[in-house]
Every structure is written in structure tokens, then in C-alpha cells.
């Protein structure tokens, strides 16, 4: 089956019209699932579990089966102006799974474009805050009493010596 062109660009804002050419990466950062090899260690292999391999969707399959992301459907589509009759208009497709991953059509031509961080548009469900520190508790004595002594005085403690004035009575002896 070969690839006809469609006539009206507005046709490409259909999900059904695109598909996926490449393999998908996996939680691991592949495209092809690797199993680690099983432990060698008797205890440990007594609870090894082997990992679920991943499925990735067929190539070539249709993105309108694409899962949803966070109650939205995987893509949404764009276009580049609403007046019908512009003569060169560019429609495309944004992922809302991978923010900054958008595919375009325009004529005869597709390309693919990301501009991103690599994190996908999930839940984000950061980890609580640390807990707050307690008051600070001053150093008690036996009968239960703080150990520093506040300063009753209001008297300001007596300027610092003048350095100049120190020399200049070296000189007089």
C-alpha cells in the first residue's frame, strides 16, 4: 500500500491520518526491551521476579489508539491559520504525552520536530517537605531554671580604643 498525498490539508488534523513510524522508547530508555540477567546469588534468585517486558504500539499503527494523558487524547491538533482559502497551510500535530514533540504537513512534506527536557506530561506528585524544626530550647540548670542571664542593663558597653590615639602616647614617652 502506497502513500497517496491528501487534497485538503485540513484532512491531516484527523488522528487516523497519521501513524507511527519509529518505535516507541521505553521506560528503560530503548526502543527494544533488555532483561537483566537473573541474579547469580542463590538467596536472591529465590526471589527474582522476572520484569514484565513493555509493549509498544505496532509500527505503523494509526495514533488515534494512543493511550489518553491526564483525560486528554495524545495529540492535539494545530493548524497554521483558520482562514480556509491561505494558499500554503501548514497543519500538525502536538503530543500532549511529550510537551514540545510536534509533527507538521505542509503540501507533500512531514516533519518532525522536539524541544524539550526528555520528562513526559505526567503527574507530577513531589515528595512532602521536611518537617518543621522545633523552638529552640535553652540550656536548663538542676532546678529547672535557663542557664544564660538576659542583660537588665540598658547602658551601651564603652567605646572601642582609638588606635591613633594609642600611638600618639607611645611617642610621649
Known amino acids: 500500500e502506497g502513500y497517496t498525498p491528501v487534497e485538503d490539508p485540513m484532512e491531516m488534523k484527523n488522528p487516523e491520518n497519521w501513524a507511527h513510524r519509529y518505535p516507541h522508547i521505553k521506560t528503560q530508555g530503548r526502543c527494544v526491551w533488555w532483561a537483566p540477567p537473573p541474579p547469580e546469588d542463590e538467596e536472591e534468585a529465590e526471589n527474582y521476579e522476572e520484569p514484565e517486558p513493555e509493549e509498544s504500539p505496532a509500527l505503523l499503527s494509526t495514533i488515534d489508539n494512543d493511550a489518553q494523558v491526564m483525560a486528554l487524547p495524545a495529540w492535539s491538533a494545530l493548524q497554521s491559520s483558520s482562514i480556509a482559502s ?7 500535530l502536538r503530543s500532549n504525552l511529550w510537551p514540545g514533540a510536534i509533527v ?52 551601651l558597653p564603652p567605646p572601642p580604643p582609638d588606635p591613633e590615639a594609642e600611638g600618639e602616647e607611645e611617642d610621649e614617652e
Open 86 to 92: 491561505v494558499q500554503y497551510q501548514v497543519v500538525g
Open 104 to 155: 507538521v504537513y505542509a503540501g507533500n512534506s512531514f516533519s518532525n520536530v522536539y524541544i524539550g527536557h526528555g520528562l513526559k506530561n505526567e503527574r507530577l506528585l513531589p515528595p512532602p517537605p521536611p518537617a518543621v524544626c522545633g523552638e529552640w530550647q535553652a540550656p536548663m540548670d538542676e532546678e529547672g531554671n535557663p542557664t544564660y542571664v538576659l542583660a537588665e542593663s540598658t547602658e
